[in-house]
Protein backbone atom coordinates (compact mmCIF):
# COMPACT_ATOMS: atom_id res chain seq x y z
CA UNK A 1 0.00 0.00 0.00
CA UNK A 2 1.73 3.31 -1.39
CA UNK A 3 2.71 5.94 1.99
CA UNK A 4 -0.52 8.34 0.84
CA UNK A 5 -2.87 6.00 1.11
CA UNK A 6 -1.38 4.15 4.06
CA UNK A 7 -1.68 7.61 5.67
CA UNK A 8 -5.46 8.78 4.64
CA UNK A 9 -6.58 5.64 6.33
CA UNK A 10 -4.20 6.19 9.16
CA UNK A 11 -5.70 9.55 9.91
CA UNK A 12 -8.82 8.36 9.37
CA UNK A 13 -8.57 5.93 12.09
CA UNK A 14 -7.02 8.46 14.36
CA UNK A 15 -9.45 11.10 13.67
CA UNK A 16 -12.76 8.76 13.63
CA UNK A 17 -11.95 6.43 16.82
CA UNK A 18 -11.89 8.43 19.74
CA UNK A 19 -12.67 5.37 22.03
CA UNK A 20 -8.54 4.69 21.61
CA UNK A 21 -5.89 5.94 24.20
CA UNK A 22 -4.64 9.01 23.70
CA UNK A 23 -1.02 7.27 23.34
CA UNK A 24 -2.70 5.52 20.41
CA UNK A 25 -4.02 8.17 18.64
CA UNK A 26 -0.63 10.21 19.10
CA UNK A 27 0.95 7.09 17.51
CA UNK A 28 -1.24 7.19 14.62
CA UNK A 29 -1.31 10.83 14.19
CA UNK A 30 2.44 10.94 14.39
CA UNK A 31 2.50 8.10 11.60
CA UNK A 32 0.60 10.43 9.48
CA UNK A 33 3.01 13.09 9.51
CA UNK A 34 5.90 11.28 9.25
CA UNK A 35 3.97 10.07 6.43
CA UNK A 36 3.44 12.87 5.00
CA UNK A 37 6.75 14.47 5.37
CA UNK A 38 8.11 11.62 3.68
CA UNK A 39 5.69 11.99 0.33
CA UNK A 40 7.50 15.43 0.69
CA UNK A 41 10.78 14.70 0.89
CA UNK A 42 10.43 12.18 -1.88
CA UNK A 43 8.58 14.77 -4.12
CA UNK A 44 11.26 17.48 -3.10
CA UNK A 45 14.58 15.02 -3.97
CA UNK A 46 12.11 13.83 -7.22
CA UNK A 47 12.37 17.86 -7.84
CA UNK A 48 16.15 18.34 -7.26
CA UNK A 49 16.57 15.35 -9.38
CA UNK A 50 14.75 16.80 -12.55
CA UNK A 51 16.35 20.07 -12.14
CA UNK A 52 20.07 18.64 -11.55
CA UNK A 53 19.56 16.63 -14.57
CA UNK A 54 17.88 19.58 -16.59
CA UNK A 55 20.95 21.69 -15.87
CA UNK A 56 23.44 18.58 -16.69
CA UNK A 57 21.52 18.91 -19.78
CA UNK A 58 21.99 22.53 -20.57
CA UNK A 59 25.22 22.45 -19.88
CA UNK A 60 26.48 20.08 -22.26
CA UNK A 61 24.84 21.65 -24.96
CA UNK A 62 26.28 24.98 -23.60
CA UNK A 63 29.94 23.57 -23.23
CA UNK A 64 29.17 22.03 -27.20
CA UNK A 65 27.80 25.43 -28.84
CA UNK A 66 31.24 27.37 -26.89
CA UNK A 67 33.26 24.63 -28.18
CA UNK A 68 31.59 24.61 -31.69
CA UNK A 69 32.41 28.50 -31.51
CA UNK A 70 35.89 28.32 -30.52
CA UNK A 71 36.78 26.40 -33.34
CA UNK A 72 35.47 28.94 -35.82
CA UNK A 73 36.88 32.07 -33.59
CA UNK A 74 40.01 30.02 -33.68
CA UNK A 75 39.55 29.29 -37.38
CA UNK A 76 38.88 33.12 -38.14
CA UNK A 77 41.66 34.43 -36.70
CA UNK A 78 44.30 31.31 -38.20
CA UNK A 79 42.72 32.96 -41.93
CA UNK A 80 43.47 36.15 -40.46
CA UNK A 81 47.11 35.51 -39.91
CA UNK A 82 47.37 33.74 -43.29
CA UNK A 83 45.69 37.01 -45.04
CA UNK A 84 48.34 38.91 -42.83
CA UNK A 85 51.07 36.92 -44.02
CA UNK A 86 50.32 37.15 -47.22
CA UNK A 87 49.99 40.92 -47.94
CA UNK A 88 53.41 40.98 -45.50
CA UNK A 89 54.93 39.58 -48.05
CA UNK A 90 53.74 40.98 -51.05
CA UNK A 91 54.52 44.37 -49.40
CA UNK A 92 58.19 42.95 -48.96
CA UNK A 93 58.76 42.01 -52.23
CA UNK A 94 57.05 45.46 -53.18
CA UNK A 95 59.37 47.00 -51.22
CA UNK A 96 62.26 44.85 -52.37
CA UNK A 97 61.31 45.85 -55.97
CA UNK A 98 61.13 49.22 -55.65
CA UNK A 99 64.48 49.57 -53.82
CA UNK A 100 66.12 47.56 -57.24
CA UNK A 101 64.43 50.17 -59.32
CA UNK A 102 66.21 52.96 -57.14
CA UNK A 103 69.49 50.81 -56.98
CA UNK A 104 69.26 51.02 -61.17
CA UNK A 105 68.16 54.30 -61.50
CA UNK A 106 71.19 55.51 -59.17
CA UNK A 107 68.70 56.86 -55.83
CA UNK A 108 69.27 56.01 -52.61
CA UNK A 109 66.56 55.93 -49.59
CA UNK A 110 67.59 57.29 -46.60
Not at 66 to 85: I, Q
Amino acid sequence: MPISQDLSFGYERWNSNKQESPIARLRVRNKCWMGALIDSLDSSIAEVKETVLTNTIVMDHAEAEFEERDMAVGKALESMMVKALVVRKAKREAWDKEEALNEAKGVTVA
